[in-house]
């Protein structure tokens, strides 16, 4: 039976093979990895997927499309987490972990932010979003899409944009651009703020106000700061800091009790 698009779950399904191929070949899986795709609809990269690896985890919202794959697959070779992914606890899948999906893209940036705790057990993540998400992630300082998304994301991952999808690949087709992106979890040896709660907050009240100086955007916090000691301008904008530096702005704020410490964040 024909499955009904639902717009609520963001369900635009692959219909161009030769994306789907592109897809699964930049992901290259190898028999034994351990893959969860996230929504994975009708099929169009669990089944490719399916032929590659000897078992498969998905996770979906939608009860008709789970109890579809239910039926098309065995268990022991697809199984089928019928739920939210934002309540999912990825941990529970192991390590290391090959996170695959054509997300839907009313969730992406929470998905995104909903991942970033269990980096640590993922090899990677390829991932079909909006173009607009994906050059927001690997913006640059300075760039116009440069923000939260950036920095947040880039403070835990290598970043690479693969390659674009039109509208067209899809039925039905949304109204914006698609591209598909590879996430790879930086290491230990990452830079690293003191408190992951200092650097999010100072990360996030900074780009509340995007083009305000620092000295103002940072409200009360900007008195605190030693500027010169930290490398960064009280006249600089939000937009215009590296990661490194909002690592160096979180850690003096952190040292100096405001933010991270249970308190003012
Ligand atoms: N992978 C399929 C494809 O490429 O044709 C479907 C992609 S479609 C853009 C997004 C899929 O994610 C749909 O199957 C939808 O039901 C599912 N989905 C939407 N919201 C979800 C959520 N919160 N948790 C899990 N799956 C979700």
């Known amino acids: 039976m024909k499955h009904q698009a639902r717009k609520r779950f963001g369900q635009h399904f692959l219909v161009d ?4 191929e ?7 899986p190898r028999s034994g990895d351990n893959v969860v795709e996230i929504g994975p609809g009708l099929s169009a990269l669990t089944r490719p997927l399916l032929e590659r690896v000897d078992r498969l985890k998905v996770i979906e919202i939608d009860r ?16 089928v987490t019928e739920a939210d992914v934002l309540t999912v ?6 390590a290391p972990l090959r996170i695959v999906g054509n997300l839907p893209y009313n969730i992406s940036s929470p998905l995104l932010f909903h991942l970033m705790p269990y980096a640590d057990q993922v090899r990677d ?8 998400v994906i050059d927001r992630m690997v913006a640059q300082p300075g760039d116009a899409d440069y923000g939260r998304l950036s920095v947040m994301l880039q403070s835990r991952y290598d970043m690479e944009k693969l390659f674009d999808v039109p ?8 109204r914006v651009v698609s591209a598909v992106v590879r996430m790879i979890p930086l290491g230990a040896d990452r830079p690293r703020a003191r408190s992951d709660a200092a650097f999010s ?17 940072l ?5 605190l700061v030693p500027w010169d000691e930290v490398g960064v301008k009280e006249t600089a904008r939000a937009e215009e800091l590296s990661v490194a530096q909002f690592i160096a702005l979180a850690d003096v704020l952190h040292e100096a009790g405001v933010v991270g410490a249970g308190h003012g964040v």
């Open 125 to 132: 993540q390829h991932f079909m979003l909006q173009r607009e």
């Open 22 to 28: 592109s897809i699964v070949r930049a992901v290259n």
């Open 167 to 174: 509208p067209e690949a899809f039925d039905p087709p949304p």
């Open 64 to 79: 008709d499309l789970a109890a579809r794959l239910r039926s098309q697959y065995p268990p022991e070779r697809l199984e």
């Open 201 to 217: 907050a100072v990360v996030a009240k900074a780009f509340a106000q995007r083009r305000k100086m620092l000295r103002r955007g």
């Open 89 to 94: 606890d990825f941990a529970q899948f192991g």
């Open 219 to 223: 409200g009360e916090w900007a008195a």
């Open 17 to 20: 093979d030769s994306i789907t």
